[in-house]
């Protein structure tokens, strides 16, 4: 990685970004599979897709492809372009030419989650069903005790676990071992899931401001209380050495490596920022994360060396979401304003 | 602590009443009129509305224990999952409507918007709105406690299809609905025809417009009712009142009896305090501000209200009047 924290040049000026201005929230954001694009989604049906490199011209929006609002959306893991999932009941596959096809349409339901796993499947939750589109074929999962809030593959992409109210549970997607589901409980609403980057653990953030974690392997768990609101966002480092976590004024950084987190406080770095974090996103390789803030404020921060640096002053619109691309060297940022924000950090 | 209460919040208006009623009807009639105002609705049964409109969402309510150690803290799920989707849309509502079924307990619904921080941000409770069927209400009164407590959290009551009782028959009815909660408007209506400002954007929850929601407020009474009723009273005291001797009691009170109160509110006269002090609670979640100036020379009392079950006015009575300075 090239990005370093300490070089003076993060403190006097920006890195170079591309912001386009829309008027519709967003509510998701995504590089394509080989960084070549990324795409928004957002509250008016439409996905934009734009050239990822920071210089190159956005093109014209497009028409709509939702009626209604875009809620999800992820790089195809199996074709160049983006799955999105909408309010409308419709899982749509677009392609990297803004054509799309039909995955799924369920009326009266809205697919609000999407995770997509890099041997090529894609799961969606919508009501109280899971939904898992890989080689052609769209299997259906549940039903859950109530709606499905979040869901994230295992490590290997050959489990799926999913949040309800209760507690979560992990679906074996194996076609030739029928496994029944595990059902981890946890009493309380849980609405927001992460499985670890090494496949061990399963955290989720709950409807009373917790954080709750299982350890897969033995079914035991631990709970981490004292946020100021409920934690919405999770992200596990690449090594999966740390838990970030959202809902604080600084980057907050469970430990799991060695005996775990247990007893111990978390680890928070960087520069108060204005606000609370609404996203944290963890690089998918290195040391650094991204975390922006309901006031609008970004930060830039590196867990080695204990320091923040602001990508984006706060400006009153909430950061909805954010997206690493697959080389690390670019981040997508969309808001609760409709500003589609890509900021290159190489300098 | 009090919600502050800005423009930017969506007004949400809770739809009860038993299967039948008229809930529907009144809907549709909601929707097909020309306001030129934009309604997000939320029904439990899809399908069941005969206007073909997008904003019209499902819900599937689903009643969620807050795990805070708070028994009777139930929030409904759903709401908070739809809420936060409607505001990711582009386009922006006047208001929000939300259905229940006809067996539903208002109670989860109203929480919702006490408890969830997300919700509260966004939007705010306007008023809890009960239809009943004239003709059928005294028959559902026997059937369980869920009519009972519509009447009991409602700010509104259409007491529909007046057409089909007589007016002996409908009397009874209102006197009904009058012992089980004498705060609450009464219209009367026929195929659930109502001018909308009747139910719309009331304030009813909103703290500044405790005294001017309510016509009889200022009145107090005490009648006689079997114990496990559904009833409402009122307690005064001229006397200023002890803050922390109030905040012990008050606390104590909803603990204890919180799941037995459907509704609360009061306006209280703080000793020292240059201003009103005013509440308003459900079950056992309450939020309260300070209100308006106190007038030069103007007799500062105090007033309590309580909707629900078991409630002794002679015991609260006296209890509150050792809150008194």
């Known amino acids: 990685m090239k990005i370093d924290l300490a070089n003076p040049a993060w403190q006097q000026t920006l890195p170079p970004a591309r912001s386009v201005a829309t008027d519709a929230p967003v509510a998701a954001c995504a590089f394509n599979r080989d960084g070549t694009t990324v795409a928004f989604a957002l509250g008016d049906g439409v996905v934009r897709v734009l050239p990822a490199d920071v210089k190159a011209a956005a093109p014209d929006a497009a028409e709509p492809l939702h009626k209604g609002v875009v809620l999800a959306l992820v790089g195809d893991p199996a074709g160049d372009g983006f799955v999105s999932g909408g309010d409308d009941g419709r899982v749509l596959r677009i392609a990297a030419d803004g054509t799309s096809t039909e995955l ?177 996103a963890a690089h998918p390789a290195a040391e650094f994360v991204a975390g922006g803030y309901d006031s609008g404020e970004l930060q ?32 997508a940022v969309g808001n609760d304003r409709g500003d589609l924000l890509t900021i290159d950090l190489r300098r | 602590m009090a919600t502050p209460q800005t423009s930017a919040q969506v007004p949400v208006t809770v739809l009860t009443g038993y299967l039948g009623a008229g809930k529907t009807t009144l809907l549709n009639r909601i929707l097909s009129e020309q306001h030129g105002k934009k309604y997000a609705v939320i029904v439990n049964e899809f399908g069941e509305l005969g206007i073909d409109n997008d904003l019209v969402v499902n819900a599937d309510e689903e009643v969620f224990e807050m795990n805070n150690g708070c028994i009777c803290c139930t929030v409904r799920g759903d709401l908070i999952r739809i809420i936060e989707g409607l505001m990711k849309r582009k386009d922006k509502f006047d208001g929000i409507l939300v259905e229940t079924t006809g067996l539903a307990d208002p109670g989860p619904v109203a929480q919702t918007f006490f ?51 007589s007016a002996d028959e409908l009397a009874k009815v209102e006197d009904r609905i009058r012992g089980i909660n004498r705060y609450a408007r009464i219209f009367h209506t026929q195929k659930s025809q109502i001018g909308l400002d009747a139910i719309l954007d009331k304030g009813a929850f909103d703290l500044g417009r405790i005294l001017e929601f309510e016509p009889d407020f200022l009145h107090s009474g005490h009648d006689h009712h079997h114990e496990d009723e559904v009833r409402s009273l009122s307690i005064t005291a001229d006397r200023p009142v002890d803050p922390d001797k109030f905040q012990k009691w008050m606390g104590a009170l909803l603990q204890i009896k919180g799941a037995d109160i459907f509704r609360s509110k009061g306006i209280l006269a703080i000793d020292g305090a240059p201003r009103r002090y005013v509440y308003q609670g459900v079950h056992m979640m309450m939020d309260s501000a300070w209100g308006t100036q106190w007038k030069d020379g103007e007799k500062r009392s105090s007033k309590l209200v309580f909707i629900g079950r078991n409630l002794d006015g002679d015991n609260l009575q006296r209890a509150f009047e050792d809150c008194l300075k």
């Open chain 1, 300 to 331: 830039l921060g590196d867990i080695r060396t204990r320091r923040s640096v602001v990508l984006k002053m706060a400006d009153g619109a909430a950061i909805t979401c954010l997206a690493w691309s697959p080389d690390g060297f670019k981040l």
């Open chain 2, 115 to 165: 408890t969830d921080e997300d919700v509260k941000a966004r939007t705010r409770l306007d008023a809890i709105v009960t239809v009943i069927d004239a003709k059928h209400f005294f028959g559902q009164l026997e059937q369980g406690s869920e009519a009972e407590q519509q009447v009991a959290f409602a700010d509104v009551i259409l007491l529909n299809k007046t057409d089909l009782v």
């Open chain 1, 104 to 280: 799924l349409a369920q009326k009266g339901k809205w697919f609000e989650h999407l995770v997509a796993h890099k041997t090529g499947a894609v799961a969606a939750s919508a009501g109280k069903s899971m939904f898992l589109f890989r080689d052609g074929e769209v299997r259906e999962f549940g039903p859950h005790p109530s709606t499905v809030a979040a869901l994230d593959f295992s490590k290997d992409g050959s489990r799926v676990a999913c949040a309800h109210y209760g507690g979560i549970t992990v679906w074996s997607l194996s076609k030739d071992v029928v496994l029944p589901p595990r059902r981890f409980a946890w009493q309380g609403s849980h609405v927001a899931l992460r499985w670890s980057t090494d496949g061990k653990f399963i955290a989720t953030g709950t409807q009373e401001n917790d954080i709750h974690v299982w350890r897969v392997a033995q079914a035991t768990d631990m709970r981490m209380q004292g946020y100021p609101a409920k934690v919405k966002s999770l992200s596990w480092t690449a090594d999966a050495r740390f838990l970030y976590t959202s809902s604080q004024p600084v980057f907050t950084a469970w430990p799991f490596a060695g005996k775990g987190p247990e007893g111990k406080p978390p680890l928070q770095f960087g520069d108060e920022g204005a606000g609370l974090m609404t996203v944290v």
